[in-house]
């Protein structure tokens, strides 16, 4: 998804109608204050984070070190979105338009060809939930270098799937986002995880 969130959500004042709707996204810590907030709890998050980046990468043999680089895009889309309390706004949130001029609003995005490769160009109205962090987001995408782009890209799809990988993968990916972030200290059984990762996937079908 990037920096946006697309895909078809029931309508808050349609019940019976389901609706495309573009919500904030992006970020490959928990929420903005990760980024924004000066403790030095936060410090030192952000700084395993650039380590992290980096170590996966390595992993995927890609030696380029692009950790900071992300950091940096992803503060300034942090800045740009809104806070928890102004997402839980059910007024402000609900933004219907006509696709056409949605896609016109965010042209960075290239909306269009999402819609029309995923089926969905035929629906005449979307929902957008937080207005003014995509009309930040547009600029801040065309401000950015085309490697900036390339390597954020890059990391959210490896990362995304890190804890499938092999052993290293999981190991790095599990050091981060559960020891660093959680404070857990040691990873469940193989067996525990894979079932997990299969309850996940097609435990209703199941």
Not at 112 to 139: R, T
Request: charged share 30%; net charge neutral; glycine share 6%.
């Amino acid at each position: 998804d990037g920096e946006g969130q697309k895909g078809r959500k029931n309508d808050k004042k349609n019940s019976e109608k389901y609706i495309v709707t573009l919500a904030q996204s992006g970020l490959g810590l928990p929420n903005r204050d990760y980024y924004l907030k000066e403790e030095d709890k936060f410090k030192n998050i952000r700084s395993e984070y650039v380590k992290h980046i980096d170590a996966i990468m390595k992993l995927a043999g890609i030696n380029q070190k692009m950790g900071q680089s992300i950091l940096d895009y992803e503060t300034k889309i942090a800045k740009a979105q809104w806070s928890i309390t102004e997402q839980r706004d059910p007024v402000k949130t609900y933004n219907k338009m006509p696709t056409m001029v949605a896609c016109d609003m965010n042209p960075e995005l290239n909306l269009a060809n999402f819609l029309e490769k995923n089926g969905l160009d035929k629906d005449h109205e979307m929902i957008i939930s937080q207005l003014s962090y995509f009309g930040e987001l547009n600029g801040i995408i065309h401000d950015a270098s085309l490697e900036t782009l390339k390597n954020y890209q890059l990391w959210h799809i490896i990362g995304s799937y890190a804890n499938h990988i092999n052993d290293d993968f999981e190991k790095e990916d599990f050091r981060f986002y559960n020891t660093i972030l959680r404070g857990t200290k040691e990873m469940k059984p193989k067996s525990e995880r894979v079932l997990n990762s299969v309850n996940g996937l097609l435990g209703e079908p199941m």
